[in-house]
Each structure stands twice: as C-alpha cells, then as structure tokens.
C-alpha cells in the first residue's frame, strides 16, 4: 500500500485543509503527519510564539490520536529521512511564500527521491494571482481589494472521513501552554465572535473594550483557515463584517507584496527612504521596549506586548509611530522586537505594517501623518481603562487623567516624557524634507 507523508507547517488544522485531503488520496487513506522544528525559525522565535506553538502542536497531535511525530533539525534531512522510512510515494503541504519558506521548500524538493506536492496556501487567494488587466501585481491597497474581492476563493472543505496515521520515531513536544491553542478552540474563538462581529466596525479601534478577534494568532499557525472564515462572514450583513473581510484582505496584500518583494522584510519599497537619516537604538529605545517613555498609551502597549505576547493593533501604529518619528530610530529595529515578542507574529503583516507607518512601504501612510501619542490615547481610551489596566503606577488616577498624569500631579513611580512631542514631530519632518 501506498504511504504519503503529510508535512505541516503553518496549517495545524485537519478541517478546511487541501493538501491533507491530497495526501490521504495519494496515501490511499496512509498518511505519516509531521511536524519539523527548525531551528531556523524556532531560535527567532521568542516565548511567546514557541508557547503558543507548543500547545497548538499537542492539540494537532490529540486530534491524531496522539500520532503526530515531531523532530528538530534541518528540514531537508528530516523530511527526506521521514519519507524514505514509510516509502513514501509523495509529500504534501500548503504553499510557503515567505522569504525563508520558499528557499527551504526548494531545498526540500531537492533531497527528496519522490515528488513534493504544493496544494493551498495560509491564505484565501494565493500570493501572485490578484493581477491587474496588464497581468501585473497590485502596489496599492484599494485596487488589490477590489481585485481580491472579484477573483473569490473556494469554499471551505471538510476533514478527511478516514486516515489511518503512520506511526514513527519522534521527539517530545515541545513544553508550552496557551489557552484556546489548536484548531478546536480557534473554531470557539471564531463561532463567539461572530455573534459580535457587527461591531467590529465601530469598535475595532478601541483597546480599552478589548472588542477584537484576536484571530491573528489562530490564522498565523492554520489553525483556522482565512477562507472558512470568508465563509462564515458572507452570512453577515453588516458593516462590522465587512470591514472585518477587509482586514483579512489586507493580511494577503501583505504577503503578496512580500512574495515579490522579499528584501521588504527588512529593507524600504520606497528606495528613497534608504537616504532616511535615523538615530541608533540607544537608552530611548530600551525605554520604548520597556514602556517607560512616559507616554501612557505607549507604555501600556509595550506593556500589553511583553505581558501577553498581544497588542491592539490602534495601539501597535502609536508605537510604531513614537518609535520612527518621536525617537527617530529605523523602523526595522520596532519590527525585529516585535517579531521577537508577538504570539501572532507574522513577517509579512509585521514587516509591511511598521512600513506603512514609517510611511516607505507600498500604499503607506504620508510620512507627515506622525500619530501624537496623547491625543490618540485620549480618542481611543477615552476613559483610561487601557492605560490603567497595563500601568499600575496611574490606577489611582481616574478617567482621562491617566493620559496625562503631568497634569494632575504626575504619579509616584512612573517616568516623565523622555522626548518632547513637538519637536520631535519638527525633526521627523525636516529629515523627510531632506529625502524628498
């Protein structure tokens, strides 16, 4: 009988899932699921992730009856070791279109004595085929959206009815707990947000309600896929659900234009900005990792993310911002840390976002569009929960008066503003004056 080998990766799911439903057809129902830690990837990791990784693997692994086999090392000699054990006739997985995925699936491929078959992707229209009437790729996010809206996607497919798992020598998983990892309880998440998603619209921009999905984390390990949630959304009328598809539009605007762009991940789309003068990371910037910037709504971000591996992503742009314009510090160094410390983090959507913000990325922000960090929090903490909530040093300091504590007295053990917001606004601009 025929044995395929079933290689996950970013789709840690066995419902809505392509390249599962080809490996059990090649596998005549024989399949060997396995998951490789490469220590590429799980070393740029930080807690966050490898936790939430962890118990998403256990929770893959107890819906496989316990069959899941796990090994680290080199995925070309573990995939190619995996699939001469079982005489596998093929080895199935989703599309990788990330820097690093791509080069390493090559790798894969090249080591292996049977074919490497590539079904689906992470994402509901895969990277390369929203094109324009020239058969070119979109630079611009309102067009890509209209094309991706027209193009569609396949609807959602069931689990396999039958799948007998190959058992094979592993490793133990990895130690690690997050509650709700896995697919079942992505699926939970999902379902209760839903009865919900009508306000997404109008609450999306307020961290103090803590109102949003949260499904970045799901979506960055398949634990859902983006097409089941299309599915879901398209029996909701509303503005909230809308704008909800929207943003799961701009998650694959992103991994499209890191697809053909990969020096994105760390380098401008907008060349020009590579002539930016910026300052080294210094004590400001230890400040800014460590929410001590004087800034409420900062610090409370940058205290959500080192408490929870999470940041409301209002919150994520004033940081962003603060980081590239108030402290002049290149943008690569906020998304390297925020790589290091997101349970969610995506390098596409990560990496395209801080451009965005520092306004040298495709359909960027103007630059001179520099968030102003106490009157955003004003806006979308109009009462201080958020703030109080992640610094406990301003609990005593009641409604809007946490945003601005210098008013009321300050707040013992909590530091004063360590730039000042205007001129750094002045400097930001004058630097930017000097590229154009």
């Known amino acids: 009988m025929n044995t395929a080998v079933m290689w996950f990766r970013r789709d840690l799911r066995l419902t809505d899932n392509p390249a599962l439903l080809d490996a059990v057809a090649a596998g005549d129902g024989q399949v060997l699921g396995v998951f490789v830690l490469d220590p590429v990837l799980w070393e740029r990791s930080g807690d966050p992730r490898r936790e939430h990784l962890a118990a998403s693997l256990r929770s893959l692994s107890q819906s496989m009856g316990g069959r899941l086999v796990v090994r680290k090392g080199d995925p070309a000699k573990i995939i190619s070791a995996v699939a001469k054990e079982v005489d596998a006739a093929s080895v199935h997985v989703a599309s990788d279109y990330a820097p690093y995925g791509q080069q390493r699936d090559q790798e894969v491929e090249a080591s292996l004595k049977c074919p490497l078959v590539r079904t689906g992707s992470p994402y509901a229209i895969a990277p390369g085929r929203v094109l324009n009437q020239q058969g070119r790729s979109y630079m611009v996010f309102t067009p890509y959206y209209k094309a991706w809206m027209e193009h569609g996607w396949r609807q959602p497919v069931e689990a396999p009815s039958k799948i007998t798992w190959v058992r094979a020598d592993g490793e133990k998983l990895p130690d690690g707990d997050a509650d709700g990892a896995g697919e079942e309880g992505a699926r939970e998440r999902w379902a209760d947000y839903l009865e919900s998603v009508g306000e997404y619209d109008d609450q999306r921009d307020r961290p103090d309600l803590d109102s949003t999905s949260r499904m970045s984390i799901p979506l960055k390990w398949g634990e859902l896929h983006p097409r089941t949630m299309l599915a879901d959304l398209a029996h909701k009328r509303s503005d909230g659900a809308q704008a909800y598809a929207r943003e799961l539009a701009w998650r694959e605007f992103c991994a499209d234009l890191l697809a053909r762009n990969p020096e994105a991940a760390w380098k ?44 409301h992503n209002r919150v994520r742009m004033v940081v962003a911002s603060f980081l590239v314009k108030d402290l002049h510090v290149h943008w690569k160094y906020g998304a390297r840390w925020f ?22 990325g495709a359909d960027a922000a103007p630059y001179f569009r520099i968030f102003n960090p106490i009157t955003q929090g004003l806006k979308f903490d109009p009462h201080g929960d958020y ?47 000097a590229i154009r």
């Open 387 to 433: 703030v109080r909530r992640w610094i406990p040093e301003l609990r005593d300091l009641a409604g809007k008066a946490a945003h601005e504590p210098w008013k009321h007295g300050g707040a013992e053990g909590y530091p004063d503003q360590i730039v000042d917001h205007g001129e750094a606004r002045r400097e930001s601009l004058r630097r930017y004056d």
């Open 339 to 360: 790589m290091q410390s997101l349970r969610d983090g995506d390098l596409a959507s990560n990496s395209l976002n801080w451009q965005w913000v520092a306004g040298c």
């Open 268 to 311: 401008p789309l907008r060349p020009e900005f590579e002539k930016m003068q910026y300052d080294e990371p210094d004590e400001l910037f230890d400040a800014w990792r460590e929410g001590r910037t004087g800034f409420p709504f900062v610090d409370a971000g940058m205290r959500q993310l080192a408490g929870s591996g999470f940041m």
